[in-house]
């Protein structure tokens, strides 16, 4: 099936501003008609341009129908590097229904001089090296993954997210609702505010939340910086142009 006048439909795994920045560029093009889906994790979530769905597909078979009853062009993963299930999934569905993927994920961050970072592979392994680092911690990892810091009771939290956490918090924690940018100077004023001596964070990477690595390395703090979970895509790109681009040879050499 195609999409609105015969265009060929581009499904867009959403949910992050790459994704928004693909719909943008996908939805003035002609022939293309762009869906982007997201989880539906926030309540008022920054929507795309274009045709959206909102939910999980039911898994890999769920994600499968949808490809055989929408029938895209392509589908392009730019879900979160730390949304390792839901891209797995579209691997798995991509190749079973014989729908071109590209996963669309921007680079991880580079350590600069001045940098004291401690690279774990895990929110456990963040929590177990913490207490040879750090009093108070300044907790940015997401509302939904503070229970491995929840047994921390000689340490003192700031947890920022987007929405109230909702599952297991530290004894001595506190929370802060806030949604990026921010910016060096912002950032460095809380750290000291609070007094933190030490700062957990996945290795989200782009410029929307790096101000925080910034002011870490101004103040000399060590951050704890826990590794992107590995998902083997056939073909990436890091940025939205680019996918753009690869979706238009498509449609060109169809
Ligand atoms: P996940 O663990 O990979 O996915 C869990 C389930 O949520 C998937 O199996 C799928 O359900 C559904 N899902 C996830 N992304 C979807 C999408 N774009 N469209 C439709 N269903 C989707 O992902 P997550 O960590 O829960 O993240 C959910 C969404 O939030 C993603 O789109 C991601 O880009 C965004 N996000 C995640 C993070 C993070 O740190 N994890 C940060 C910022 C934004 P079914 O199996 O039922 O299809």
């Not at 073909?235 to 050499?253: C, F, M, P, S, Y």
Request: with cysteine; charged share 20%; glycine share 10%.
């Amino acid at each position: 099936m195609s999409g609105a006048g015969g265009a060929r439909v581009v499904l867009v795994l959403g949910g992050t501003s790459d994704g928004r920045a693909l719909a943008a560029l996908l939805h003035p093009l002609p022939g293309i008609h762009v869906v982007s889906s997201l989880a539906g994790r926030t309540s008022a979530p920054v929507l795309p341009v274009g045709e959206t769905r909102v939910g999980g597909f039911g898994g890999v078979r769920g994600l499968v129908g949808w490809l055989r009853e929408r029938a895209p062009a392509a589908v392009v993963d730019a879900t979160h590097p730390f949304a390792a299930r839901i891209s797995a999934h579209a691997v798995a569905a991509c190749a079973e229904a014989g729908v071109p993927l590209l996963r669309l994920q921007r680079p991880g961050w580079t350590a600069v001089p001045g940098d004291r970072w401690h690279r774990v592979d895990s929110a456990d392994e963040a929590a177990r090296v913490l207490p040879a680092l750090a009093r108070r911690v300044f907790l940015t990892t997401g509302r939904l993954e503070t229970a491995p810091y929840a047994h921390l009771d000689d340490l003192w939290f700031l947890l920022r997210s987007v929405e109230p956490p909702t599952g297991e918090l530290p004894r001595a924690c506190e929370v802060l609702l806030a949604r990026g940018p921010f910016t060096v100077g912002d950032e460095i004023a809380l750290l000291r505010d609070r007094r933190i001596d030490a700062i957990v964070t996945k290795d989200s990477g782009g410029a929307l939340t790096a101000a925080k690595l910034t002011a870490a390395r101004e103040l000399g703090l060590p951050v704890v910086l826990i590794r992107r979970p590995e998902v083997t895509a056939p073909e990436r790109v890091t940025d939205a142009a680019a996918a753009a681009r690869w979706v238009e040879g498509l449609a060109v050499g169809a």
